[in-house]
Nanobody
């Protein structure tokens, strides 16, 4: 079992960029699939991006090329690069891991979650 800690959230202006990190503790991190989700007040938690153990990726439909997910297994870290941020990207961003190593886009596919990091985009 891994434990996850997100970092990198901040308050930025519209059009700016951020890089979020999800750092894991525990063994066999390289075997896990990792996803990012986000949730804003009054809304469902929404799939953002995921990366499988083989490095394949998948993105939520709203991303439209603005975000990029990557992983560095030597650092046990998955990154989410957020570019051209909009006010509607304001949310708490969560990372999650699944032991099957898959790219997955639904919450129930993940069995371990971090505590979240706040991203606020002001216009």
């Amino acid at each position: 079992q891994v434990q996850l800690v997100e970092s990198g959230g901040a308050t930025v202006q519209t059009g700016e960029s951020l890089r979020l990190s999800c750092t894991a503790s525990g063994r066999s991190f390289r075997d896990y699939g990792v996803g990012w989700f986000r949730q804003s007040p009054g809304r469902e938690r929404e799939f953002v991006a995921a990366i499988a153990r083989d490095g394949s990726t998948n993105y939520g439909r709203f991303v439209q090329g603005r975000f990029a997910i990557s992983r560095d297994n030597s650092k046990k870290t998955v990154f989410l690069q957020l570019n051209t941020l909009k006010s509607e990207d304001t949310a708490v961003y969560y990372c999650a891991a699944n032991r099957w190593g898959r790219v997955a886009g639904t919450r129930t596919d993940y069995d371990t979650w971090g505590q979240g990091t706040q991203v606020t985009v002001s216009s």
